[in-house]
């Protein structure tokens, strides 16, 4: 079946600018989580949603970073005001809802900031 | 906070040879991930431990859960170059939680 879905695939764009990352999960997988990674900080957990519960952003490095699911399916990560230091990977991953279930990832994006 | 320790970073090894990663975690996890990346992918799911003294095997790739000592391993019998990739283990945050931390990878490069 089909996995998860993430785009666009590469993102360039100016400081300051407005982003929105797109992530589609493997239907029937009820949790969604965003993550981060890059060369210096490694693999890092952004923010987290599962069904209809509040989502868990304890990740989220700064008031600039908000994400939100519609449906309880797609998901859209938004960074206000880009800065450089947000140019990384931004993985989506989806899962079943309960804690055994692994997560399964999608392809990335890619985000420069210029 | 739960802290995840990887060791070695980087590891180059010749075809054929055996070798061990090892996953050091800080708090009481109840299972843990295994992941691989290769270069300019995205992250592929290799092992669920799901409990204490739980052993998975694929191919070449064997892991294993020690909830008791915090660790977890990830054993290469007779490596060959294809599995030359980034491995990556991951406990909860903390037990029964989904949110998973994540190590800092281990960089594999095999040799012919």
């Known amino acids: 079946g089909a996995g998860v879905s993430q785009s666009p695939s590469n993102k360039v764009t100016e400081k300051g600018k407005d982003v929105e990352l797109r992530c589609d999960p493997i239907s029937g997988h009820t949790a969604l989580y965003w993550y981060r990674q890059s060369l210096g900080q490694g693999l890092e957990f952004l923010i987290y949603?599962?069904?209809?519960?509040?989502?868990?952003k304890s990740g989220l490095p700064s008031d600039r970073f908000s994400a939100e699911r519609t449906g309880g399916s797609v998901s859209t990560l938004t960074i206000q005001r880009t800065q450089q230091e947000d140019s990384a990977v931004y993985l989506c991953a989806s899962s079943f809802g309960g804690p055994i279930y692994e997560q399964y990832f999608g392809p990335g994006t890619r985000l420069t900031v210029t | 906070e739960l802290k995840v320790e990887q060791n070695p970073l980087f590891l180059s090894m010749q075809e054929g040879k055996n070798y061990t990663i090892y996953c050091n975690y800080s708090t009481t996890s109840d299972r843990l991930y295994w992941y691989r990346q290769d270069p300019g992918k995205s992250l592929e799911s290799l092992f669920v431990l799901l409990s204490n003294g739980a052993v998975k095997q694929e191919g070449r790739l064997m892991a294993s859960l020690d909830t008791k000592a915090r660790l977890s391993t990830l054993h290469i019998t007779a490596a060959v170059h294809d599995l030359s990739a980034t491995y990556f283990c991951a406990p909860p945050e903390v037990q029964g939680a989904q949110k998973l931390v994540f190590g800092q990878g281990t960089r594999l490069t095999i040799n012919p």
């Open positions: 949603f599962q069904g209809n519960s509040a989502p868990d």
